[in-house]
């Protein structure tokens, strides 16, 4: 495949990416931050619920972490892009840290914590875009779609942890288990400063504008290169479905859990897709070649929703669970490689905004699978919605496989990239296999760029 040239190399191992001593340090900064968000999510959720003794308080506190996404994701994220990547995100977890110590102090009212909550979490986008936007200058080729797989692997691991740690901690002292999250955030801070290079910004003073602009042309870039908005739709849609099992588990526990306990029930079917996750992203990212991993992403986009089908036939919670669980591993072979050629063929200075882009578009989209499913749950059972919904999934997947660009195409798109690194408005190929040339001068191109 032009690709991933894989007639030249074979896959890349975790030795060849956590041999980078740049890599090393970001995946445990990033690790740490996200144990961080979720132990903090489950304490503040208890320590409102005991302030208040109120249940909507609790899940106004959790949802509080989903905000800053929805209503402003793309525009903070595309801070990251005017200053450099380090410098961003040791003053975002420098802020988290110091907010996340307020919340912890004993006498603090609960509409402070929800406000401070609320403000710690505005410091979560233009982080995780700068450590987005970072890693393709850490990473390279292959080595770029096992590092994307092994980060978002370790994310839902850490998301399993820092729950149960979290609960546990948070059961004897929210405050203690919210300290604990200061720290975490405080030891990331450390890494990434001491840890990675000092790269400039990758947005000149020259090329900026308003920070508006600027963020409206992360959402032109991603959804007007044809190759962008083909992955953007497969993400998207991957997203629609998979996240509904674990959305309706207390209900379908409830409704449907035999002669286990409904708590037991729930947990099971809430950890099956991230354990699902975690197993196929080590696994496809370790043992499948490049080339093939690449030419599985048709038919794993069309699996991912299609073996979710059969909770038609109400199954058991352990069979909900391994069906689950499939899903997961399915879209855990699909998104590091589309993720991986996604930040290929981005021009270096959007990689931020496209980032927020992305990502605003997973909270939103997720967020609206649930509350829909949810809904129907409400007039059918819950095994027809989740059965009925997976399979409009296996259409939505199909029609988006089928619209899925050639590899030549997807070169082109690479190739334009790199020539545009730097260019304030980039085009997309003019043909294919024809790429623009509007490189600007004494700017290096993401796919030039030293493995140090």
Known sequence: MPVEQPAQEGPATFRDVFSLAEFRALFAANALSWVGDYLAKAAVTVLILRETQS???????????????????PLLSALAERHRYRQVMVACDLIRMALMVLVALPWMPAWAILALLFAATLANPPSQA??????????????????????????????????????????????????????????????????????????????????????????????????LRAIAVLVFSAMLFSIVPEGLAAGWAAERSGDMDPGLAQAVIMAANPVGYILGGLL????????????????????????????????????????????????????????????????????????GVMASGTQVIQGAAVLATGALAERFNTPVVVGAWSAAGVVLMTMAV???????????????????????????????????????????????????
């Open 284 to 355: 496809m990212g370790r043992l499948i070649a490049p080339a093939r991993r690449l030419a599985l992403i048709r038919p794993l986009a069309v699996l991912a929703p299609a073996v979710l089908v059969p909770a038609l036939l109400d199954p058991p919670p352990l069979m909900v669970a391994l069906l689950a669980a499939a899903c997961g591993f399915a879209v855990a072979g699909l998104l590091p490689v589309a993720n991986g050629l996604f930040v290929r063929a981005l021009p270096d200075g959007y990689r931020a905004r496209a980032f």
């Open 130 to 227: 700068a450590r987005s936007a970072l890693m393709p200058h850490i990473l390279t080729g292959d080595r770029l779609v096992v590092g994307l797989s092994v980060s978002t692997s370790s994310g839902q691991a850490a998301q399993v942890v820092g729950y149960l740690v979290g609960a546990s901690i948070a059961a004897a002292s929210p405050a203690a288990a919210l300290l604990i999250n200061a720290a975490t955030f405080a030891l990331s801070a450390v890494l990434v400063r001491f840890g990675l290079r000092d790269r400039p910004p990758a947005m000149t003073a020259a090329h900026r504008s308003h920070l508006v602009r600027e963020t409206a042309q992360g959402f032109r870039i991603v959804f007007g290169w044809p190759v």
């Open 402 to 452: 089928i619209n899925w660009p050639r590899a030549e195409t997807v070169e082109a798109a690479i190739e334009a990239a790199s020539a545009q690194a730097g260019d304030p408005d980039p085009h997309p190929p003019t043909r294919a296999g024809a790429p623009t040339q509007r490189a600007a001068v004494g700017e290096r191109s993401p796919q030039r760029q030293a493995v140090t």
């Open 55 to 73: 249940v909507a308080l609790a899940a106004t506190a959790f949802a509080a972490s989903y905000l800053p996404w929805l209503l402003g994701g």
